[in-house]
């Protein structure tokens, strides 16, 4: 019943928008995706790297762009809507500023599909060396979590995962575009280190964010909320392995 009762609600709203009414999409969108990162490297080993410089430039801008629309949409809409950032359930209803808020959600769903062309692009320029697990693991969970973020709470306590990431992607994206520039700009980008804190930082309030409401009285479903603080301790132990490998044990060999 209470599956039955999720479905009704969200029909009306999200149903009908690209990619969320059956998983079956995404999950093809995923197998595609992992037969790219067994398939790729086999067709490009005894090829040259593919010179993508201008298509990264205006990828990682374009996405700044999206970034900073989505994070303008997250913002403004849960100010007008007096959203609470310690309890906020979801409003199913189709009132303009609930569907704003769900179409928002949507978008930041589908960014994180558009997101695995980063993996696309490691592969046609041989950078084998940045198919990590980590990676993968990332870019490939992103769109099944969101795609059950935007079919059964799209907006409520959402809206604070999207709001915090969109703001780490517009940093994130303006640091690889100015890479992709080219090699003298690396002297502007000394920051990457802080990065990696900053995307470090973002799972912390996750996770407290997410422990506190499953502790707390909040008509927002706990299972969602379990789901995100247990995604959020794999993802804090990884980027933790990640930066210690590239900066703390770099600085010791050193």
């Known amino acids: 019943l209470f599956f039955l009762w999720y479905c009704v609600l969200t029909y009306k709203r999200t149903d009908p928008w690209l990619l969320v009414y059956s998983p079956v999409p995404v999950g093809l969108i995923f197998l595609v995706y992992l037969c790219g990162i ?7 080993k005894h090829r040259e790297p593919v010179d993508l410089r201008l ?10 762009g999206l970034s900073a629309y989505m994070f303008y949409e997250f913002l403004l809409t849960s100010w007008l809507s007096n959203y609470s950032l310690l309890c906020q359930p979801v409003d199913y209803s189709t009132s303009p500023l609930a569907v704003r808020m ?19 692009f490691f592969i046609l320029r041989k950078k084998n060396n940045q198919l990590t697990f ?19 709470v799209a907006g409520g306590q959402s809206f604070f995962i999207g709001l915090v990431n969109t703001f780490v992607h517009i940093v994130m994206y303006s640091y690889y575009g100015l ?36 502790f707390t009285d909040c008509d927002f479903p706990d299972s969602m909320n379990m789901v995100v603080f247990g995604y959020c301790v794999t993802l804090i132990i990884l980027f933790s392995n990640f930066y210690f490998q590239s900066y703390l044990s770099k600085k010791k060999k050193t």
């Open 102 to 120: 769900a179409n928002v959600c949507w978008w930041f769903f589908f960014s994180k599909v558009i997101e695995l062309s980063d993996t696309l």
């Open 38 to 44: 067994w398939i790729g490297p086999r067709l490009m």
């Open 134 to 152: 980590l990676h993968v693991y990332h870019h490939g969970t992103m769109i099944f979590n969101w795609w059950a973020g935007i079919k059964y």
């Open 55 to 64: 298509v990264l430039i205006v990828y990682n801008f374009a996405m700044v």
């Open 179 to 214: 890479a992709a520039i080219g090699p003298h700009m690396q002297t502007y980008l000394w920051w990457k280190r802080y990065l990696t804190s900053l995307q470090l930082l973002q799972f912390l309030l996750f996770l407290l964010h997410t422990g506190y409401n499953l």
